[in-house]
């Protein structure tokens, strides 16, 4: 059964930093490609950074150059730093996996960002 644990969500200011985990089950090394998608009231799910089994990386062009995707294996935990926080930063974020061609989400974690 795959079970991914989001935390870390929280209030922060603009221009402040958050760090978001995804604990995973099973061991990570099974997942094909892990990630973060995030969702604002209103709005369609969106991607904000992935990466693979290989280590390779991909960021939505909103989030480039602030946000870093991460991937500790020895935790089996993935991580989003995410720097210089906006407003519209503001969402429900989701830890996102793929395991033999099946996506698998976590429950969520709010991300709210002051101005």
């Known amino acids: 059964q795959v079970q991914l644990v989001e935390s870390g969500g929280g209030l922060e200011q603009a221009g402040g930093s958050l760090r978001l985990s995804c604990a995973t089950s099973p061991l990570i090394f099974a997942f094909d490609v892990m990630g973060w998608y995030r969702q604002a009231p209103g709005n369609q799910r969106e991607l904000v950074a992935t990466v693979t089994s290989g280590g390779g990386t991909n960021y939505a062009d909103s989030v480039k150059g602030r946000f870093t995707i991460s991937r500790d294996n020895a935790k089996s935990t993935v991580y989003l730093q995410m720097n210089n926080l906006k407003p519209k930063d503001t969402a429900v974020y989701y830890c996102?996996?793929?395991?033999?061609?099946?996506?698998?989400w976590g429950q969520g974690t709010q991300v709210t960002v002051s101005s």
């Open positions: 996102y996996s793929r395991l033999q061609r099946i996506d698998f």
